[in-house]
């Protein structure tokens, strides 16, 4: 069974910056997809960085040019450095793996709080 384990989240004030990790544990598979969501307090989830492969990150539009999605191969861990945070930016953060077969695997989810 595959868990990913998220950590990383926290309170910071505006102009700041975090940095989220998503590491996954017990079976190792080959996650093709490395994606990264998040969902404030009555909105969907949005996509925020999604990796296939080897291949580019592509960042949602509200994000672009201040998020930078990164992985670790040899440690199954994705990280989600976040600059110059904004108070629309607070959400609860999720990663989410994908398997070659297109299996989900979500973490448990990390709340990020910017204060103007």
């Known amino acids: 069974q595959v868990q990913l384990v998220e950590s990383g989240g926290g309170l910071v004030t505006a102009g700041g910056a975090l940095t989220l990790s998503c590491a996954a544990s017990g079976s190792i598979f080959t996650f093709n997809n490395r994606d990264w969501y998040r969902q404030a307090p009555g909105k969907q989830r949005e996509l925020v960085a999604a990796?296939?492969?080897?291949?580019?990150?592509n960042y949602g539009e509200s994000v672009k040019g201040r998020f930078i999605a990164s992985r670790d191969q040899l440690k199954n861990t994705v990280y989600l450095q976040m600059n110059n945070l904004k108070p629309e930016d607070t959400a609860v953060y999720y990663c989410?793996?994908?398997?070659?077969?297109?299996?989900?695997?979500w973490g448990q989810g990390t709340q990020v709080t910017v204060s103007s």
């Open positions: 989410l793996f994908r398997t070659i077969a297109n299996v989900p695997y």
């Open positions: 990796t296939t492969g080897g291949g580019p990150t």
